[in-house]
C-alpha cells in the first residue's frame, strides 16, 4: 500500500491518497546501494496520461534496502515515477500490506 501525501488530492480505485500495487520487479543499485523497486497498479490517471506501472525509489538513505523495509513491516518514504519517467509523479510512504 502507498499513502500518497503530494499531490494532497490524489484519488484512486483504493481511495484518496491510497494506491495499492504488487512488486513487479526489483533492481539493486549494487554497488552503491539503493534500489528501485517496480509495481504494477490498476489504471490510474496520472498527468493526463494512464499509468499501470510506477517505479519506487526511497526518498531518504537508509541502512537497509526498500524490499528488506518492506519484508520487516516498516514504512518507508518513497518517490514514485512513471516507466522511464524523469520527474516524480507522486511522493508518500510504502508498506506492506498481509503477510
Same mark, same amino acid.
Given at each position: *500500500?502507498?499513502?500518497? $501525501?503530494?499531490?494532497?488530492?490524489?484519488?484512486?480505485?483504493?481511495?484518496?491518497?491510497?494506491?495499492?500495487?504488487?512488486? +513487479?520487479?526489483?533492481?539493486?543499485? $549494487?554497488?552503491?546501494?539503493?534500489?528501485?523497486? *517496480?509495481? $504494477?497498479?490498476?489504471?490510474?490517471?496520472?498527468?493526463?496520461?494512464?499509468?499501470?506501472?510506477?517505479?519506487?525509489?526511497?526518498?531518504?538513505?537508509?541502512?537497509?534496502?526498500?524490499?528488506?523495509?518492506?519484508?520487516?513491516?516498516? +514504512?518507508?518514504? /518513497?518517490?514514485?515515477?512513471?516507466?522511464? $519517467?524523469?520527474?516524480?509523479?507522486? /511522493?508518500?510512504?510504502?508498506?506492506?500490506?498481509?503477510?
Amino acid at each position: *500500500m502507498v499513502l500518497v $501525501a503530494e499531490p494532497w488530492d490524489f484519488e484512486s480505485p483504493e481511495g484518496r491518497g491510497r494506491l495499492r500495487g504488487q512488486v +513487479s520487479k526489483i533492481q539493486d543499485f $549494487a554497488p552503491d546501494g539503493g534500489q528501485e523497486v *517496480m509495481l $504494477a497498479v490498476a489504471p490510474i490517471s496520472l498527468g493526463g496520461d494512464t499509468v499501470t506501472a510506477l517505479r519506487a525509489l526511497g526518498l531518504h538513505p537508509t541502512q537497509e534496502t526498500l524490499i528488506q523495509r518492506l519484508e520487516r513491516g516498516l +514504512s518507508t518514504g /518513497v518517490r514514485l515515477y512513471g516507466p522511464g $519517467a524523469r520527474s516524480c509523479l507522486l /511522493v508518500g510512504s510504502i508498506r506492506r500490506l498481509g503477510a
